[in-house]
């Protein structure tokens, strides 16, 4: 099937990507207004943007008439932000986050979700997670005009690891059993795990 891009709607190519491109690790972000007002939502499109400096990114669309959701209007107007990482553990509460709650309503205090202070960033981190990754934002970059969404990029400032999932300098990923995102209201989790050792180049001798 051949299927041309300036012949779908918006709903179209919204239901190919998120059907296409899966599983997708979710970012649940805790930001912080100018007066002190929580905001945790998740968003799945996420992902490692860099190594050294060690940096994360996450999309957010912006609502009709180009409008920054609150994470995004938080994160730009403090600069800091927390990626709280989604398990087997939080998913029901990452899903509770995920409704379209007004500017000045905390999810965090309308879930009555427990919070901890982060180690160099003012926004506190969810204790519902065990993987946390302080946030300075580096950059915005805004997508489409006008605006339909905020790729936001965070240099990772500091980390936070529970002991049971970290050994010998790795994460144990099934101890983790992270959550996905798929397409419609459906989650997946980590699933069978298997290796393919990476392949070095070895020029033909005949070549030579």
């Known amino acids: 099937m051949e299927i041309r891009i300036d012949e779908l709607q918006r709903q179209e190519k919204y239901k190919l990507l998120i059907g ?18 929580i905001n ?16 994360v990114s996450v999309a957010v669309m912006r609502k009709p008439g180009s409008v920054r959701k609150d994470t995004a209007q938080n ?15 939080n998913v029901d509460a990452v899903n509770q ?8 309503v905390s999810e965090v205090d309308a879930l009555g979700l427990a919070v901890a202070p982060s180690s160099v960033v003012a926004v506190p981190r969810l204790l519902a997670s065990r993987i946390h990754f302080e946030c300075k934002l580096h950059q915005v970059v805004e997508l489409g005009s006008p605006t ?11 980390v936070h690891v529970a002991d049971e999932l970290y050994h010998a300098g790795r994460i ?30 070895e020029p033909d001798p005949a070549s030579k």
């Open 172 to 201: 144990d990923a099934h101890a983790f059993a992270p959550v996905s995102r798929l397409a419609g209201h459906t989650y997946a989790t980590l699933g069978d795990l298997f290796d393919r050792p990476r392949p070095v180049y």
């Open 40 to 55: 945790a939502a998740p968003f799945s499109y996420f992902n490692v943007a860099s190594i050294e400096p060690m940096m």
């Open 20 to 37: 296409c491109i899966i599983p997708r690790p979710i970012a649940w972000v805790t930001s912080q207004d100018g007066n002190g007002v």
């Open 97 to 104: 986050t995920s409704a379209d709650y007004p500017p000045q």
């Open 148 to 158: 339909t969404s905020d790729l936001i990029i965070g240099e990772v400032v500091h």
């Open 75 to 89: 994160i730009v107007e403090t600069g800091e932000f927390v990626v709280n990482m989604v398990d087997v553990h």
